[in-house]
């Protein structure tokens, strides 16, 4: 009979993990608390740097993982630690014995409104990336007028690298998905005027900063190095961003018909508390806490726990499914050698 293998979380690496460990010859149960596979990724429309479909990699992973059984809108309720194994009872009422379990559950969007300067959720006029990239699937949000803004700017940095929202870490992908949305629009709305308000620009992957010169130069939109200090609303409805500029050392006024708040990457509540179930340490940065974060990453420090993606921190696509080829590795190998 092939071993189970619970993977919690049906993300990109949730799927990757599970595609690699059907090829290995196991059985992996995946347990997906929402009504969907593909987790963030299933959200957005074109991935940096290629600006290939998400949706086409999602249906590639869920075809590759198609034989493995899964259970969505399903949760761990609670577990039962057995002689060299645990017994995991799941929400739907179902029990299930393994010897190895996976975490892959990836992150939660620092929630924008926290920041209160910004007004998301007070004005009109002011959203979030994930809800540009809701727009850009669907077409479908009445903060983006028809005929597209004649002015607008993205926001860098907003619940990352924040002492006062509690996460000091950079989100890593957000200056590169800022660039990325921006030049969308450019090609949507030629016209539009385009700023991006940052702290530094974080360009580290592969072409990154070819995009980014490509924004500049072919596309025209403008980096204004400084923190937004303060988002208004004037009499005709339009949004008044001020800021410094820290290159200059002048203030900075704009008015735009939208502002995209570029919200960081935080570890989900819902990790933490399944996480405290098997007695799993949360690190510093509130993600989960690996063996050791060199060599180990994908190793929890509690045996026969893996994890994958950014349960642990901060990741892009490509860095998630090669961290989710390596966690079926080093779970075979776990096996092979006697546990
Ligand atoms: C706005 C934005 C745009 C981005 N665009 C790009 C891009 O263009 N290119 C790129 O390389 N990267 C991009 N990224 C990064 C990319 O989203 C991540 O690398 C990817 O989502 C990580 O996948 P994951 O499987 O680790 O986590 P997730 O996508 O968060 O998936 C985790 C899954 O686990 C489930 N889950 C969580 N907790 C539990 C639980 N307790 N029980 C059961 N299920 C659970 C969730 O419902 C979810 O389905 C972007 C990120 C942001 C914020
Ligand atoms: S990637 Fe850029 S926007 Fe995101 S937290 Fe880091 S510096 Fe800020």
Redesign the pocket.
């Known amino acids: 009979m092939k071993e189970n293998i619970l993977i919690i979380g049906g993300g990109i690496a949730g799927l990757e993990a599970a595609g690699q460990l059907l090829k290995l010859g196991y059985n992996p149960i995946i347990v997906e608390k929402s009504d969907h596979l593909g987790g963030h990724v299933a959200d957005w429309n074109r991935l940096f740097p290629d600006m290939s479909p998400a949706e086409d990699l999602v249906s590639r992973l869920i075809a590759a993982s198609s034989e493995a059984n899964i259970f969505l809108n399903t949760e761990i309720s609670f577990v039962n630690r057995l002689k060299d194994s645990w017994n995991i009872m799941l929400s739907n009422g179902i029990s299930i014995i393994t010897r190895i379990l996976l975490f892959a559950t990836g992150f939660t969007l620092f929630d924008a409104s926290k920041k209160e300067e910004y007004g998301y959720g007070v004005y009109n006029q002011v959203m979030t990336n994930s809800d540009l990239e809701h727009w850009f699937n669907t077409g479908q949000d009445e903060r983006i007028p028809e005929e597209g803004p004649a002015a607008m700017g993205f926001v ?2 907003v619940g ?2 924040d002492e006062k929202a509690r996460n000091p870490q ?6 590169i998905t ?1 660039v990325k949305q921006a030049i969308e629009m450019k090609q949507k709305f030629p016209e539009a005027m385009i700023y991006c308000f ?3 620009l ?1 360009m580290f992957g592969k072409k990154y900063e070819d995009f980014y010169i490509s924004a500049q130069k072919d596309y025209g939109i403008r980096f204004i190095r400084g923190r937004v200090s303060e988002v208004s609303e004037n009499i005709e409805g339009k949004l008044v961003v001020k800021a410094e500029d820290t290159l200059s050392g002048k203030p900075v006024k704009v008015t735009l018909d939208l502002l995209v708040l ?1 919200s ?1 990457i935080v570890c989900n509540q819902q990790t933490c508390k399944t996480a405290g179930l098997l007695s799993l340490p949360i690190d510093s940065d509130g993600f989960l806490k690996s063996r050791d974060n060199i060599a180990d990453i994908t190793e929890a420090p509690r045996e026969g726990i893996f994890y994958a993606g950014t349960c642990t921190g901060p990741k892009t696509v490509p860095e998630t499914l090669a961290e989710a080829r390596s966690a079926a590795l080093e779970i075979h190998n776990y096996i092979l050698n006697g546990m």
């Open positions: 860098h940095c990352s690298r950079c989100s890593k992908v957000c200056c800022a940052y702290m530094d974080r570029m960081g």
